[in-house]
């Protein structure tokens, strides 16, 4: 992975009050920092902390680098950037560590506009309207056309940003001040608004309501799809190539189990099913290998900050016989999803013979779901 994450946790938040600086102080049972870094789990971390601090940054057992920070942000930031320096790093996020909600989704964007742009910074427009006053009195309005409201984290090359920090004069308000000095383009990424900053007291309530939102929500969808027999040497099912007098009729490859567990998906998020994606009008579908299907569903899933919890796919048909082929199909759906393969069932019934698979006209199969948000 060649994008590092620097969170900048050096301040002392004169605003918040308490006893000890808010990034340490605790937040639906755990220091506000283990929430923040473990909104980047996986990714290259340096920890830009007071030399204070230090054995309570330790004690958060993290896999990250600590690092000094100097006297402002802009200092802290730079001695981030240049722990990153010859480390074959080439992208950097830089984030508030008081910003412990920041989603995946929004990190995925902001590392995908990257491609296109030096730096990438989430905001809001503004959509309240906006006042000028003194001593508690309206004295005139501002146009709020064009304004932002600027959150982190900020994303950008390595090496621009960090000869735009040893450029910058000092007093920046944020890094995309610092790189818009040296010239680097910047675009603006959506950003969320439950990304929000804890600057005051009232901060902590509202984010732990949003983390307890976030833990409870599960969903659960359901898929039942059908192909019928036609001429053919074999089928496709769960994305193993199955050995069988017959073939299944279809538009795509047939893969009845992999489809019935695409729409379990779309179902749990409440986007219809593969005919909607995937149009069978659309001719580029057609014969179509079925895993660009579950793939984009499982994709779509994780930009919306789920994963996949468990699934469980039943075939129903007297033959081919499933059971020498289950584990395959099962290891086959766990790596098209990236999930673990005790995460994904696979298993079959025949119906005594009874209907049109007892008659062995075709196959159905149905799946169940289950996505988590952490
Ligand atoms: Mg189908």
């Not at 989430?122 to 959509?127: E, K, R, S």
Request: aromatic share 4%; proline share 5%; glycine share 12%.
């Amino acid at each position: 992975m060649d994008t590092a994450v620097i969170i900048v946790a050096a301040g002392r938040g004169s605003r918040m009050g308490g006893p000890v600086p808010k990034q340490w102080q605790m937040l639906a049972g755990r220091p506000v920092l283990a929430h923040t870094a473990a909104a980047f789990a996986g990714m290259p971390l340096v920890l830009v902390i007071h030399p204070d601090d230090r054995a309570r940054a330790e004690a958060l057992g993290l896999d990250a680098r600590l690092v000094d920070g100097g006297a402002t942000r802009d200092a802290s930031v730079l001695a981030g950037l240049q722990a990153l320096e010859g480390t074959g790093v080439s992208r950097v996020l830089i984030h508030d560590g008081a910003r412990p909600l920041v989603s995946r989704a929004l990190i995925q964007r902001l590392i995908g506009a990257l491609h296109y742009h030096e730096g990438a910074a989430p905001a809001l427009a503004v959509t309240d309207a906006l006042w000028r006053g003194v001593g508690g009195l309206v004295t005139g309005t501002q146009d709020r056309e064009g304004l932002y409201r600027a959150q982190t984290p900020q994303a950008f090359r390595l090496a621009p940003i960090l000869a735009a920090h040893r450029a910058h004069p000092g007093g920046a308000a944020d890094d995309v001040e610092v790189a818009r000095a040296a010239g680097l383009d910047v675009a603006i990424v959506e950003g969320e608004e439950t990304n929000l900053k804890l600057t005051f007291p009232g901060d902590f309530a509202r984010a732990e309501a949003i983390l307890k939102g976030r833990e409870m929500d599960v969903r659960m969808g359901n898929g039942y799809d059908v192909h019928a027999f036609c001429e053919g040497d074999h089928v496709w099912l769960c994305g193993v190539r199955v050995p069988h007098g017959k073939g299944l009729l279809g538009h795509s490859d047939a893969d009845v189990g992999m489809h019935a567990l695409t729409d379990a998906i779309y179902g749990a998020l409440a986007e219809g099913d593969i005919g909607r994606h995937f149009p069978p009008s659309d001719p580029q579908w057609k014969g179509a290998a079925s895993h660009i299907f579950l793939a984009h569903a499982i994709g779509l899933a994780r930009s919306r900050g789920y994963d996949l919890g468990n699934c469980d796919v039943t075939l129903v048909c007297e033959r081919p016989k499933i059971g020498p082929h289950a584990i395959e199909m099962q290891a086959e759906l766990s790596r098209i999803m990236g999930v673990e393969v005790g995460r994904v069932s696979v298993k079959a019934t025949t119906s005594e013979r009874l209907g049109f698979t007892g008659r062995e006209e075709g196959i159905a199969a149905l799946a169940t779901a289950l996505l988590v948000r952490s």
